[in-house]
């Protein structure tokens, strides 16, 4: 056993491939919505949830996509050449890495928003309506940085 726990930590280089590896195939609320208040060309967000989960709220300026139609209609809605970036619930869902899969089938670079809706949500970001209202909730203090505190991620 070593300081951390049973499994001993992974050398330097292995980390380096792992590390490097997950965030080629991850972003974060945070780092989303930074590239989409930028204006960020090319950046296509895509809610792979129910007709009635996109009506209750998503993310501002995503486009609805539904995990099992991304094959048929991806084409029409996304164009070829953006950097896709998935979101489903949240953490205890696994919707995300699922639409991801469809659209790497399809031979598209692709993301999964880690937290997904849930931590947009909770993080304080604008929330749109099915009917177009867009609201925005104060960060949760428990997961977020509020008052200007930063993790500086």
């Not at 007709?51 to 048929?72: C, F, K, M, N, Y």
Request: with cysteine; glycine share 12%.
């Amino acid at each position: 056993m070593n300081a951390v726990g049973p499994v001993p930590a992974a050398t330097a280089g292995e980390a380096l491939r792992h590390l490097a590896a997950r965030l080629a195939f991850e972003t974060d609320v945070s780092d989303v919505a930074a590239r989409l208040a930028e204006g960020a060309p090319g950046i296509v967000v895509v809610d792979t949830r129910s007709a009635e989960s996109w009506a209750q709220g998503h993310v501002r300026g995503a486009v609805h996509l539904p995990t099992a139609e991304i094959a048929e209609r991806a084409a029409a809605l996304v164009p070829e050449d953006a950097d896709v970036v998935v979101y489903c619930w949240g953490p205890g869902c696994n919707g995300a890495q699922k639409a991801a899969l469809e659209f790497a089938k399809l031979g598209r670079p692709v993301k999964e928003m880690l937290g997904g809706f849930e931590y947009w949500v909770r993080e304080g970001y604008p929330v749109q309506s099915g009917g177009g209202a867009v609201t925005r909730r104060s960060p949760d203090p428990l997961t977020a940085p509020v008052d200007g505190v930063s993790c500086a991620c």
